[in-house]
């Protein structure tokens, strides 16, 4: 009986440790599952067999679900071979080599690992840094994204959208790129411009609004903006700009330091005349904007409060906010301009906090600010978000009914309504016209003899030239008034209505 009983107890004291271990094993994660039981293996060879099968099946760098991480998520990345140390850097601890995100070996392996927590939308940037001082991508990952120094490796956690806008659609209608050199008696230098034109440039009467970008050509070669602005003209979810890609020639001091007001110079005093001159484009303030990432988001602020007259609109992306440009939002006498403001969770050091007191300090002078957080520094966050930026700078324009019938700028006009007479019950009502001899934000209304205002239409930012608008409303028969106003001017006349 004791004999059974002894029998009895060793086998339940087995089943319990059984049960444990499959417990403490199984509520693990797979890839903490694969740690512990490479550790476990006795000798070298089965381990290399365990972690060769471990390669063969799993896509780097390693993403799961983890319910002990602060996100929900972690992603590890690996390396295999001899090596002293191994580093990853990235967008999540600004590039430094010397950061404490160090892989681990696995004892008894040439196998390296480091976890790390992520949010389930991320995407970041990143290279290995081996024995302290080479730089790779990363051997186990195919998956690259170009940069301003080369391509880098690409962690897109799981629940990460890939831009579609950024890639070619040869179906579509495409805007074309036109090169030129311009050369500033400012800064006493010459740089390739490039220029897009929409795609219904050559097709259309409208007055594309103009966006300077800088360092307009990575903006082309690394963030796809002219397949960005393709892909938002087919859909018509913006008013598509002209775009003038324009790069530095000497970036920090252009952007940021001693030569900022002679490139300001350059941009308002040569860039924009000469635009200008050779395309149809429109003069209004709110439709000029500035873009640019990094020390190029500095110059677009800059611009745009030593030139409040020129532009209406600014978009950074990651930008060095300096002290001056604070000075400078502080005292801008007019607030009438709208800002797009977006910054990485992982950005470099001191930038979101920057960048998030900047969004308050314009937000409270009264400007109108879009704000938002994305990934890390890089072109590859800034072009998954250019589409926003466009939106935002340039929005559809409303189906109004106006019509512009001529280009060429006149007197500033409001002709006799036709037919007038016109009655009520007539499908084509009548027409108004008038006329601008500068860019305008117009109101078009009709009153009663007594005042009041009937109907009223009104448009932010038309182009100088001749305008047809149909009237169709419901008006009871009698005398009206019809008045048009643009720049402190108003023009009335009569018109009446028949049953």
Known sequence: MNIKNSIIKKRHWILLTLLLFSTAVFSQTPFKNFLTRVNRLPNPAEKTAVIDSFFNHTRFPYAEVDSASPTGYAAYFVYRGAMNSIVSAGDFNSWNANAPDRLQQLPGTTFWYLGKNFESTARLDYKLVLNGNSWILDPAHNKTVAGGFGPNSELAMP???????????????????????LTSRFLNNSRTVKIYLPPDYDTSTRQPGVIIVHDGLEYISLAFMDRVLDYLHERKEISTP?????????????????????????IVEEVLPYVESRYRVSKL???????????????????????????????????????????????????????????????????????RNWRTQLSGRGFKVKYAEYEGHSWGNWRAHLDDVLRFLFPPEPATGVKQIEQIPGRFALQQNSPNPWSVSSAEGTKLIFSLETPAAVNLKVVNVLGQTMWQQQ?????????????????????????????????????????
């Not at 992306?317 to 910054?343: G, K, M, N, V």
């Not at 419901?474 to 028949?498: C, E, H, N, W």
């Open 159 to 181: 629940k990460y959208v890939q831009p579609e806008e950024i890639q070619f659609r040869p179906g579509i209608p495409h805007g074309r790129i036109e090169t030129t050199t």
């Open 242 to 266: 002209i775009a003038v890609f324009i790069p530095p020639v000497n970036r920090n001091a252009e952007y940021y330091q001693n030569q900022r007001d002679l490139f300001g110079r350059f």
């Open 285 to 355: 303030v709110r439709q000029r904007a500035n873009l640019g990432a990094s020390a190029g988001g500095h110059i677009t602020y800059y611009l745009a409060f030593k030139y409040p007259q020129v532009f209406g609109l600014g978009a950074g992306q990651s930008s060095y906010i300096s002290p001056e440009l604070q000075t400078l939002a502080a005292a801008a006498p007019d607030t009438s301009q709208r800002f797009y403001i977006d910054i990485g969770t992982y950005d470099l050091s001191g930038f979101p906090q920057t960048n």
């Open 459 to 499: 448009w932010p930012n038309l182009n100088a030239g001749k305008y047809e608008m149909p009237l169709r409303v419901r008006l009871s028969p009698g005398i009206y008034f019809y008045q048009l106003q643009a720049l402190d001017k108003m023009l009335t006349k009569k018109m009446i209505v028949l049953p």
